[in-house]
């Protein structure tokens, strides 16, 4: 009787067993779940009932890293160096690197350019980015329309943009002066580089001469990341204003600066073929030399700088001669239309490529400061003559290279008074404009 009941009881218990896993199975089947299914499914439902005969796993939209490895290029190392030094696995490093070779020149690696590299939890590749400056980032990542490869690509940079008003007053030099509004030194270059054929920043300002400009200036998460173009500047000395704006008409491709006129601020010569320097013995028809020790004339200008520095083309032309001059040491001469030749002596070397023959454009580097040939110390021996006769370059006048007129002149002149009234408006906010710009190349106009 005991073992029946027993018996009984056994055979109850596992029936209750059975039913429990039917209506567990039932359940979870009326969710249009299984209770063993992973939670990305290693197939695609086939929508009209076809079999599927090839690979077509489903990826989540985002797989949040797992590992995370972040480094930066240091001096001396390439990119695979830096990869290996980070511990990041051969076939890994291999497959970053020909990813991103698509649209990185690797070669030109600099110390500071900075990586970052997204592992998932198997130590595949998620994503990579590799960053040359804040608006220069090239993003590795998987193709949508191909799960086993991946594209590469400059990704955008997210970026406010605030229009800003700087003044100032000179008090020893223009350097000093903008350094003073917490403006740097290439913005002040470029400030100098807009008046270079109408003012000479290193003999001309005066204490008490004043300065506006109105210039983009770019932040990043916050943080100043550099100046875009100058929009509008005004300088102001004891005697004269002299002002110019930005301006590119619809069919051209890069800006310009203009007078309140419509008129080119830049002319056919510089100023000056140096952006720094100082005046040690000027144009004259009787000069004691100073290592012969004898009277005779100096049919140009001295300008000390330091050795090294940056030698520019004072107006578009052809080189003539390129090589040694006896006394004048290394020496470039270059012919330019309407009867002129510049000279530029005592250089240290060329740049790279100069030779006879080649034509250059106005600004471009050509030379560096030395003190080659019969020299006291590191400066430019700098001449101009017309018509085959030198002229003081200080003193010559050259016309505009261009002028507005018509439609782009009527539009020129529309926004050019629109920026005036910041630029004399003394009262007016330091912040004129703050807008957010998503960008995958560097601004127009530039300065960095």
């Given at each position: 009787?005991?073992?029946?009941?027993?018996?009984?009881?056994?055979?109850?218990?596992?029936?209750?067993?059975?039913?429990?896993?039917?209506?567990?199975?039932?359940?979870?089947?009326?969710?249009?779940?299984?209770?063993?299914?992973?939670?990305?499914?290693?197939?695609?439902?086939?929508?009209?009932?076809?079999?599927?005969?090839?690979?077509?796993?489903?990826?989540?939209?985002?797989?949040?890293?797992?590992?995370?490895?972040?480094?930066?290029?240091?001096?001396?190392?390439?990119?695979?160096?830096?990869?290996?030094?980070?511990?990041?696995?051969?076939?890994?490093?291999?497959?970053?690197?020909?990813?991103?070779s698509q649209v990185v020149d690797f070669r030109k690696c600099r110390p500071g350019d900075s990586f970052?590299?997204?592992?998932?939890?198997?130590?595949?590749?998620?994503?990579?980015?590799?960053?040359?400056?804040?608006?220069?980032?090239?993003?590795?990542?998987?193709?949508?329309?191909?799960?086993?490869?991946?594209?590469?690509?400059r990704d955008s940079v997210l970026l406010e943009c605030r229009l800003t008003k700087l003044s100032g007053i000179i008090d020893s030099s223009l350097f000093s002066a903008f350094s003073k509004i917490g403006a740097n030194s290439r913005l002040t270059m470029a400030f100098a580089d807009i008046f270079a054929s109408s003012l000479d920043f290193n003999t001309e300002p005066r204490s008490g001469d004043q300065f506006d400009v109105i210039v983009e200036e770019y932040f990043k998460d916050n943080c100043f990341v550099g100046y875009g173009k100058i929009v509008a500047v005004r300088y102001k000395n004891h005697y004269k204003g002299f002002d110019a704006y930005y301006y590119k008409p619809e069919d051209q491709t890069k800006g310009k600066y203009y007078d309140s006129a419509g008129q080119e601020v830049g002319t056919s010569f510089l100023r000056s073929p140096l952006p720094v320097y100082r005046v040690t013995s000027k144009?004259?028809?009787?000069?004691?030399?100073?290592?012969?020790?004898?009277?005779?004339?100096?049919?140009?200008?001295?300008?000390?700088?330091?050795?090294?520095?940056?030698?520019?083309?004072?107006?578009?032309?052809?080189?003539?001669?390129?090589?040694?001059?006896?006394?004048?040491?290394?020496?470039i001469i270059l012919k330019h239309p309407g009867g002129y030749k510049t000279y530029y002596g005592h250089l240290s070397r060329f740049a790279k490529g100069l030779k006879r023959g080649i034509s250059v454009e106005q600004k471009q580097i050509i030379a560096y400061v030395g003190s080659s040939g019969m020299s006291t110390g590191p400066h430019l021996d700098y001449r101009i003559k017309e018509n085959g006769v030198f002229k003081n370059p200080f003193n010559m006048k050259f016309k505009p290279k261009s002028k507005l007129a018509g439609k782009a002149l009527d539009a020129y002149i529309e926004g050019q008074g629109h920026w005036r009234q910041f630029l004399e408006n003394s009262s007016a906010?330091?912040?004129?404009?703050?807008?957010?710009?998503?960008?995958?190349?560097h601004p127009d106009g530039w300065l960095g």
């Open positions: 009787m005991n073992n029946r009941l027993f018996r009984n009881i056994t055979i109850f218990s596992v029936f209750l067993c059975i039913l429990s896993v039917y209506f567990w199975i039932g359940h979870y089947r009326s969710r249009g779940t299984s209770p063993v299914q992973n939670t990305f499914s290693s197939k695609q439902a086939d929508p009209v009932g076809n079999k599927n005969t090839e690979d077509t796993t489903e990826y989540p939209v985002e797989i949040k890293p797992s590992v995370i490895v972040k480094g930066t290029i240091r001096p001396g190392e390439t990119f695979a160096h830096a990869l290996e030094r980070n511990k990041l696995d051969r076939s890994l490093k291999f497959q970053v690197i020909e990813g991103l970052r590299v997204s592992l998932d939890d198997c130590g595949g590749l998620i994503r990579c980015t590799y960053e040359k400056d804040p608006l220069e980032i090239y993003t590795l990542e998987p193709n949508k329309d191909s799960k086993n490869k991946f594209h590469a690509f144009f004259s028809k009787r000069r004691l030399h100073p290592i012969l020790k004898v009277y005779r004339p100096h049919l140009g200008v001295d300008l000390a700088a330091p050795i090294g520095t940056r030698v520019m083309a004072a107006a578009d032309g052809k080189v003539s001669f390129v090589g040694w001059q006896k006394g004048f040491g290394r020496t906010p330091k912040i004129l404009q703050i807008e957010t710009r998503k960008i995958r190349e």
